[in-house]
């Protein structure tokens, strides 16, 4: 599969050969879903916590004697029955909510979603992306710019707002790149090493760096 590759002018500059066995694969929405499910549900912490009968403060002593004060019988007033007594089958932070998932599948929902912003056009290859300085101004300029020539313009509500929510991926470690985009809204830079479903999914447009190409097909092990 051939795709052209542009520059940060937002000019194509040439063609590459992408890799079928990995950009151009067989879409499965059930296994993207299943997988972009467990991804969220691994990544949650349990926040909501109850307060077991044994863990309310206070209710040391008996409210009052067994017999003879026509009442029924407690032996403390943090029993679940009284108003402010523990929590009986509450919610507690030591839930677990992972699920787990097949490597292979988890490998597949990557591949399929690349697949997908590939066979949408909404991936768009660069072939350079350097940031002089880390400045959001001189992100959004360049990225404003960019997307307006390859994909059309779109309304910006202010001056930190390119228009469109995309990812960018890049071979390695860019700080001045992470700086400068840190505060444009729906805007992620990720490694090409660390591309997860998740944010594949998530982010409706792809920006990747030509070097990144050839990591991915490192990472996965596919020889063209």
Do not use: C
Request: glycine share 6%.
């Amino acid at each position: 599969m051939k795709y052209p590759v542009y520059n940060i002018q937002g000019e194509k500059v040439k063609e590459i050969d992408l890799n079928d066995s990995i950009f151009n694969i067989e879409v499965k929405p059930e296994v993207i879903h299943e997988v972009v499910v467990a991804q969220m549900a691994n990544s949650r912490k349990p926040v909501a916590h109850t307060k077991t009968r044994g863990e309310v403060k206070g209710g040391g002593r008996k409210p009052w004697r067994q017999k003879g004060t026509g009442r029924a019988r407690h032996g403390s007033i943090r029993s679940p029955l009284w108003i402010g007594g523990g929590v009986v089958f509450g919610p507690r932070n030591d839930r677990n909510f992972s699920k787990k998932i097949n490597k292979k599948i988890r490998k597949k929902a990557i591949l399929m979603a690349l697949s997908d912003r590939f066979s949408e056009s909404s991936a768009v290859i660069v072939d350079n992306l350097d940031i002089n300085t880390p400045k959001t101004k001189e992100a959004v300029s360049i990225f404003s710019n960019f997307f307006d020539k390859v994909f059309g313009s779109e309304d910006k509500k202010d001056i930190n707002s390119i228009g469109y929510k995309f990812l960018i991926v890049t071979p390695d470690t860019n700080e001045n790149l992470i700086l400068a985009v840190r505060n444009i809204p729906k805007v992620k830079v990720i490694r090409a090493d660390s591309l997860n479903t998740k944010d594949l999914v998530d982010f409706p447009k792809l920006v990747i760096l030509e070097d990144s190409i050839k990591v991915i097909e490192d990472i996965y092990q596919v020889s063209k």
